[in-house]
C-alpha cells in the first residue's frame, strides 16, 4: 500500500510528537523526583539535627543531674565538676535545639514547655547545689526528696522524647519517600526509554516504508518514461506519416484540379481565336470575305468551336467529379464512429453474398476463414473497406483463371487483429504498391472503370478506425491485402484524447 | 526536326487528351509538321516505346522525341522515365518531361534519372501557348539520334 505524501507528513509529525512529549515527560518527571529527593533530604537533615540537639540537650540535662546528685550525696567538690560542665553547656545546648526546632512548627511549639522545663530544672538544681556548698546538706537532702527534680527531669524526658521518636518516625518515613522516589525514577527511564524506541522504531517502520514506496514508485515512473518515449516515438512516426499523406494529398488534388484548369483556361483561348475568325466572316458587312476567310470560318464553326466547347464542358465535368471524390473522403473522415460489437465473420459473409453472382459467373469461389474475430469497431467503416476490396478482387481478377478469394484473420497481439485478404488476380506492380492506395491513382492497363478512389478510401477508412491496409502482391499471381484492425476503437479514441 | 534526314516522331505520352490536343496545336503552330503519336495511360506508351515484351527492340532504328507528363493513370512518369532510360535500346531518347508538377524534388529525380527537358505547365493559356511554341522551335532544330 503506498503510503501517500500527506499521510507520510501527517504520521511522521505524529510520531516526532509523541516522541517529544515523552522525552518531556521524562525529563520533566525525573526533574521533579531529583527535587524531591533532595527536599526529602534536605528535610531528613534538618530533622536529624533536632533530634541530635534534643538528644545533646536531654545527656547535657542528665549529667548536671548527676553532678548534682553526687555532689550532694558526698558534698566532695570533684563531684560536682559534671554538673558545673553541664550548666555551661545548657544554654548553649537548648539554643541549639531551639534554633532548629524553630524550622517544624509541630517541634516549635514544645519550645516555650521546654524552655520553662529547663529553667525550673536548673533553679531546683541551683538551689540544692548552693544548699550543699553552704554546708546545709539535710537542707539539699530534702530539696531532693520533694522529688520536684525528678518530676521536672520526668517531663522534660517525655517532651523531648517525643521530639526524638516524632524526629525517628520522620527519619523513617523520609527514606521510604526518598527509596520510593529513586524507584519512580528508575520506572520513568525504563517506561521513557521504552517509549523512545517504540517511537524510533515507527519511525523506522514508516521512513523503510516510504522509501520502498518512493523506489517503487519511481519503478513506475522510469518504466513510463521508457514507454512513454516509445509512444511518443510511435505518435510522431503517425504525425509524420500523417503530415506526408496530407502533403501528398494537397499535392495529388492541387495537380489534378489543375489539369483540367490548364484545359478551361486553353481552349476558353482557342474558342476566342475561333470566334475571331468567324466574326471575320459573318462580321463582314462592307467588303465580301476573301476565300481563305471562308474557309477558315468554317473549319471554326466546324471543328474548333465544338471541339473547344467539348473540351471546357469535360474538363469542367471533370473538375466536378473531382471534388466530389474529395468532398467524400473528407465527409466519411468527418463522420461520427458508431462504436459498438462487429462480427468480422457476418460481415464478411454479407460482404461476399453481395459479389455472389458475379463470383459465380467466372467459376469463382470465395473462402471465408472460421476465426475471423469480433471486434469493437464501426460498422458501416468495415462494410466499406470489404465492400471495395471484393470489388476490385473481382474488377482484376486475371482472365485465365477462375477467381479465388481467401479471408484470414490471426491475432496480432496488442497491435489487434490481422486480416489478410488475398485474390489470384492480375497483381500490382512494386512500384505501385504504395500508389495503388494514392487518391486518382490506379495500377496497370486501364481496361476497367474507375476513378481511382477505391484504395485510397479504404486506406483512410482504416486509418480512422486506428488500423491501416497494406499490400503484397506479384504481378501475375495475385494480391494481397493486410488488414490491421484494432480489437476495440473505443480505447484507441480514448488514447487519441489522452 | 530530323535525325539524319530521317522523319522523326514525337511521342506524346499525356493522360489528359484536352492537353495533348493544346500541346499538338501550338507545336504546329511553331512550325514542327512531324508526326505526333498520342498516347493517354504509360501501359499503352510503354508497349510502343519498348514493345510488348519491354526489350526495347520496337524501337530499333527510330527516331522518337518523348513528350512525358509525369502524373498518369496507370503507372508514374517517373517508372516510365526509369524504364526507357535504363533500356539499353532507347536510353538516347530525347525524352522532354512536360507536367504540371513544379516540386523541387521531382524536377532533381527526372533530371537525375536522365531526363533531358523539364518544363512545368504553366495554368495561364498564354504563358502555357507560348512555351510550348518555345519547345516546337527548339524541336526544329535539335538532332535525334537513332534508336539501335
Given at each position: 500500500m503506498p503510503i501517500s505524501n500527506a499521510a507520510f507528513v501527517r504520521s511522521t509529525i505524529i510520531l516526532l510528537m509523541a516522541g517529544m512529549i515523552s522525552l518531556l515527560g521524562i525529563v520533566g518527571t525525573s526533574l521533579w523526583l531529583v527535587s524531591k529527593v533532595q527536599v526529602y533530604f534536605a528535610e531528613l537533615i534538618e530533622v536529624r539535627e533536632v533530634r541530635s540537639s534534643a538528644a545533646d540537650l536531654l545527656s547535657t540535662l542528665k549529667d548536671a543531674e548527676t553532678g548534682q546528685r553526687g555532689f550532694v550525696i558526698?558534698?566532695?567538690?570533684?563531684?560536682?565538676k559534671p554538673y558545673d560542665d553541664a550548666l555551661k553547656a545548657v544554654a548553649e545546648r537548648q539554643k541549639s535545639l531551639e534554633e532548629k526546632a524553630a524550622r517544624f512548627p509541630r517541634y516549635a511549639e514544645r519550645i516555650p514547655d521546654i524552655r520553662r522545663l529547663v529553667s525550673e530544672k536548673l533553679v531546683e538544681l541551683a538551689e540544692t547545689v548552693e544548699a550543699v556548698t553552704q554546708g546545709n546538706s539535710s537542707e539539699a537532702v530534702a530539696q531532693v526528696k520533694t522529688d520536684r527534680g525528678r518530676i521536672i527531669m520526668d517531663e522534660l524526658r517525655t517532651q523531648l522524647g517525643d521530639i526524638m521518636s516524632d524526629a525517628d518516625r520522620h527519619l523513617q518515613e523520609g527514606v521510604i519517600d526518598t527509596l520510593w522516589s529513586a524507584g519512580a525514577l528508575q520506572w520513568t527511564t525504563v517506561i521513557g526509554a521504552i517509549a523512545i524506541i517504540g517511537v524510533l522504531g515507527g519511525a523506522a517502520i514508516i521512513v523503510a516504508q516510504y522509501t520502498r514506496d518512493i523506489v517503487v514508485a519511481r519503478r513506475e515512473v522510469e518504466t513510463l518514461n521508457a514507454t512513454l518515449e516509445k509512444r511518443v516515438d510511435e505518435r510522431t512516426e503517425e504525425l509524420i506519416r500523417a503530415n506526408q499523406e496530407v502533403q501528398r494529398f494537397a499535392y495529388i488534388v492541387t495537380h489534378d484540379l489543375r489539369a483540367p484548369l490548364v484545359n478551361i483556361m486553353g481552349f476558353t483561348s482557342e474558342l476566342q481565336a475561333s470566334l475571331g475568325s468567324i466574326q471575320g466572316y459573318v462580321l463582314a458587312d462592307e467588303k465580301p470575305p476573301s476565300a481563305d476567310d471562308i474557309l477558315e470560318a468554317r473549319r471554326a464553326a466546324s471543328e474548333d468551336l465544338p471541339e473547344a466547347i467539348g473540351f471546357i464542358r469535360s474538363s469542367t465535368k471533370k473538375m466536378d467529379g473531382l471534388i466530389n471524390a474529395i468532398l467524400k473522403i473528407s465527409r466519411d473522415g468527418r463522420r461520427e464512429l458508431k462504436i459498438e460489437r462487429v462480427d468480422i465473420k457476418a460481415l464478411v459473409e454479407a460482404g461476399a453474398a453481395a459479389v455472389n453472382h458475379q463470383v459465380g459467373e467466372s467459376d469463382g469461389e470465395i473462402a471465408i476463414d472460421d476465426k475471423l474475430p469480433t471486434v469493437i469497431s464501426d460498422r458501416l467503416s468495415l462494410e466499406q473497406v470489404f465492400g471495395n476490396l471484393f470489388d476490385n478482387a473481382i474488377k482484376y481478377q486475371s482472365p485465365d483463371r477462375p477467381l479465388r478469394v481467401s479471408v484470414k484473420a490471426r491475432n496480432a497481439g496488442r497491435a489487434g487483429f490481422t486480416i489478410e485478404f488475398t485474390d489470384n488476380g492480375r497483381g500490382i506492380a512494386p512500384e505501385d504498391h504504395e500508389r495503388v492506395?494514392?487518391?486518382?491513382r490506379r495500377s496497370g492497363t486501364q481496361d476497367k472503370p474507375g476513378e481511382g478512389i477505391g484504395l485510397a478510401h479504404v486506406r483512410s477508412l482504416m486509418r480512422n478506425l486506428g488500423g491501416d491496409i497494406v499490400v503484397r502482391s506479384e504481378l501475375g499471381q495475385g494480391t494481397t491485402f493486410v488488414l490491421r484492425l484494432p480489437s476495440d476503437l473505443s480505447k484507441v479514441v480514448r488514447s487519441m484524447q489522452a | 526536326m530530323n535525325g539524319l534526314g530521317k522523319e522523326v516522331t514525337i511521342v506524346m505520352i499525356e493522360d489528359d487528351e484536352g492537353h495533348a490536343r493544346l500541346i499538338e496545336k501550338n507545336i504546329r503552330r511553331a512550325g514542327v509538321h512531324n508526326e505526333v503519336v498520342p498516347f493517354t495511360n504509360g501501359t499503352e506508351a510503354l508497349d510502343f516505346v519498348l514493345g510488348a515484351d519491354r526489350s526495347?527492340?520496337?524501337?530499333?532504328g527510330r527516331f522518337l522525341l518523348i513528350l512525358l507528363d509525369l502524373n498518369l493513370p496507370d503507372m508514374s512518369g517517373i517508372d516510365i522515365l526509369q524504364k526507357i532510360k535504363t533500356n539499353t535500346h532507347t536510353k538516347r531518347l530525347p525524352v522532354v518531361i512536360l507536367t504540371t508538377t513544379d516540386d523541387e524534388r521531382e524536377i532533381q529525380r527526372c533530371y537525375d534519372l536522365g531526363a533531358n527537358v523539364y518544363i512545368t505547365k504553366p495554368v495561364e493559356y498564354e504563358s502555357f501557348a507560348h512555351a510550348i511554341r518555345q519547345l516546337g522551335l527548339f524541336f526544329s532544330v535539335i538532332q535525334i539520334p537513332e534508336t539501335q
Open positions: 558526698t558534698g566532695e567538690a570533684n563531684f560536682r492506395f494514392e487518391l486518382f | 526495347g527492340l520496337a524501337s530499333a
